[in-house]
């Protein structure tokens, strides 16, 4: 069995982008109140107490957009802190990072993931529904950012939807040949976007990998995450290509996480509802943190049997949350 020993945290429900995979136009997300999400100290005794002890050592905070997130920092700070942290990674849309990246790399974080979906600044304004100034220069002078105080790797996560984005598959490639940049592209999935993906579907991995493999040659990568990418190379590039294939090549054998909502439910897979538990009405109402524990290896104990494969199986008519509200 796989070992679980990695939690994607949701810092919070709220963005500053509604991109169309998402938020689609017209969703209407009621967000969290702030007493309704995890406190910093609910979060890191849940950490310290009851994922920590159960085998989790890998962290990656999430949103939402997590630098909006108040006092992100500190919060980042703390769970470097933990001797027990062995990674601590950040995915985030780089808006705000040009002015916070140096206090984030200086509190311990070392990974990060930005989401570029376009090159193109109409293109990318189009698809985070964006209809003012366009916010594509500051997104990549976050990511400048970011490579110049030194994460490494500094991962760029691409949702390819066809007819939108796909036809960049082989610029946003060469992005890698350069610089030791990692680009991770992902097929679209059918969450919170149903009118989308009815009309668009998705662009398989193999085929985006026949495309690049025609224009530049493309090998097996050594490196490897801790997430589930395949991950190839250019020949002689410094970065790598990653394909993230949920879709076509069903990778839940291999999935070694879980997920906590910013209200402090604690989800078992991304696309199936089953066995969910609310760890913050628990923690607030005093249940014994010996008890949720337990829970929470109980259901390490089930997760191979709650999988994308069985979705059906587990959720009740529509999926209750979009991605941004779960937190990718």
């Known amino acids: 069995m796989n070992t679980v020993d990695y939690l994607r945290i949701s810092l919070i429900d709220r963005c500053n982008f509604r991109c169309q995979y998402c938020m689609p136009e017209g969703t209407e997300l009621d967000y969290i109140l702030r007493q ?41 700070r703390a769970i470097a802190s933990f001797p027990e942290t062995q990674d601590l990674a950040m995915t985030t849309n780089a808006f705000l990072l040009a002015g916070m990246a140096q206090d984030l790399y200086d509190a311990g974080l070392r990974r990060i993931n930005i989401s570029l979906d376009s090159l193109a600044p109409e293109t990318f304004d189009k698809i985070i529904g964006n209809r003012g100034r366009s916010r594509w220069q500051q997104t990549w002078d976050g990511i400048q950012a970011a490579h110049r105080v030194g994460f490494d790797p500094l991962k760029l996560n691409i949702v390819v939807i066809p007819r939108v984005n796909d036809q960049e598959v082989l610029d946003l490639a060469a992005l890698t040949i350069e610089r030791q940049w990692h680009v991770r592209f992902i097929e679209f999935m059918p969450i919170g976007n149903p009118e989308l993906f009815g009309e668009r579907a998705w662009v398989p991995s193999e085929e985006l990998r026949q495309r690049i493999c025609q224009a530049f040659g493309l090998m097996e990568s050594h490196v490897r995450g801790n997430g589930p990418a395949d991950v190839f190379q250019i020949p002689n590039a410094k970065g790598t290509l990653g394909f993230i294939s949920q879709m076509s090549e069903c990778f839940c054998d291999r999935c070694n996480r879980m997920r906590l909502s910013a209200d402090g439910w604690l989800r078992p897979c991304l696309l199936n509802e089953t066995g969910q538990i609310d760890l913050k009405t628990a923690l607030r109402s005093g249940v014994n943190l010996a008890d949720l524990r337990e829970q929470v290896r109980e259901l390490l104990l089930l997760k191979p049997e709650i999988n994308y494969k069985q979705r059906d199986s587990g959720t009740a008519g529509t999926y209750t949350r979009t991605m941004s509200q779960i937190g990718g």
Do not use: C, Q, S
């Open 36 to 76: 309704e999400l995890l406190a910093h100290e609910e979060l890191l005794t849940l950490l310290r107490e009851v994922f920590i002890p159960v085998g989790f050592r890998k962290f990656r905070l999430t949103g939402g957009e997590p630098l909006l997130r108040p006092g992100v920092v500190d919060l980042v």
